[in-house]
Structures are given as C-alpha cells and as structure tokens.
T-cell receptor
C-alpha cells in the first residue's frame, strides 16, 4: 500500500507558464514534507520543504502548498524555465525520531518547452 | 565541498557474485541511509543508520547487509547478487534532528546479469 502517491507520471509546460506538481499521502501523522529535483545520472537534490504546522512555503519561483485535511501537497513553479525540466519527487518524513527516513512518491517528469 | 560520495558509479555483476557499494560523507551527519530507485516506483529505503554502530532495516532490506563503523562511512553489501537487484542505488545523509532534509550522492547504477 503506497503511502505517498504522485498520480501524474509526466507534465509538459510552456516556458514562462506555471507548473503544478501534485502529491497525495495517506497518513495524517506525517510531519515534514519535501520536494526533490532529479536530473538524469545525478542524485536527487533538495528543493523546498514545509512543516505540518504551515500551509505554504515560498522560495523564489517555488512555492509548496500543504492541505492537511485533504492530505495533499503541491509544488508550484512560476515562471517555469527549460532548466526546470527534471523528475520531481515528493518525500515525506513521519516525524518523531524518523530523522532523515523518507518515504518517496513515484516521481513526475516535468518538461518545460522553450 | 564533497558532500556524499558514492563509488563506483557503474557496476555489472554476474548472478551470485558479491560486492560492496561504498558511501562516504564529510558533513558529520549522524544519519545515513541507502535507497534504491526503480522505474515507476520512486526511491525505496533499504537500510539506515542513526549513528556509528547502529543500523536498522528499511522497506526493502532483503539481500543487502550494512554496517556503520564510523560516522563518515556506510557501505552496502550485496552477498549474492540477483537480477532483481538491478537498480540505481543512492546513499543519503542528514543531521539527526527532525524537520531536516537529506543530502544524496550521485548514485550507483548496478546491473546484475
């Protein structure tokens, strides 16, 4: 039973438009939510995170929204750039003593067209 | 800054062979972990360690062994490789605190034939 789901395997967006990547989770005890970006032949790199006590966190062009009642997480990229083309993983930490123990979604391939 | 370093980057093994994937970090992180990435399945946790001398199993531990003798190193051992272990392996490290991100290595692409 998958605890973290990214239901869209891929997303295609025009440069300058908004990219919205979605993630659903099943466990309301999850405490800390992260987005990672991964280019081919590289390891995932941390992008942005949000704690369960917040509903929004911004960092430049990237904003993460958390809807705890719906158990839904989304990443908005505005404006999208061709260099944003990558695989995006949402990851969740259960909190407590879980530390860096993360549960990942399947990933969404984002393609930004010039 | 080296961060998390994995070796080798690529490896081909025959079924039944053994090998060790190396992982080292220079950030003095207490927590280290191994993940495998398979198509359509995201990253799944194999084993993790909260400090030197302490390891535990993750979601998919079968066929893998780990040990943690120093803070810096966390090797992953395949005792008898199987084709089902063909995957990309990532090592990660983080501070031993809540609400913190993990830092990943570049990955090891392993093929078992």
């Amino acid at each position: 039973d998958q605890q973290v789901k990214q239901n869209s395997p891929s997303l295609s967006v025009q440069e300058g438009r908004i990219s919205i990547l979605n993630c659903d989770y099943t466990n309301s005890m999850f405490d800390y939510f992260l987005w990672y970006k991964k280019y081919p032949a590289e390891g995932p790199t941390f992008l942005i995170s949000i704690s369960s006590i917040k509903d929004k966190n911004e960092d430049g062009r990237f904003t993460v929204f958390l809807n705890k009642s719906a158990k839904h997480l989304s990443l908005h990229i505005v404006p999208s750039q061709p260099g944003d083309s990558a695989v995006y993983f949402c990851a969740i930490n259960a909190g407590g003593t879980s530390y860096g123990k993360l549960t990942f979604g399947q990933g969404t391939i984002l393609t930004v067209h010039p | 800054n080296a961060g998390v370093t994995q070796t080798p980057k690529f490896q081909v093994l025959k079924t039944g062979q053994s090998m060790t994937l190396q992982c080292a970090q220079d950030m003095n992180h207490e927590y280290m972990s191994w993940y495998r990435q398979d198509p359509g399945m995201g990253l799944r946790l194999i084993h993790y360690s909260v400090g030197a001398g302490i390891t535990d199993q993750g979601e998919v531990p079968n066929g893998y062994n780990v040990s943690r003798s120093t803070t810096e190193d966390f090797p992953l051992r395949l005792l008898s490789a199987a084709p089902s272990q063909t995957s990309v392996y990532f090592c990660a490290s983080s501070y031993r605190q809540t609400n913190t991100e993990a830092f990943f290595g570049q990955g090891t692409r392993l093929t078992v034939v």
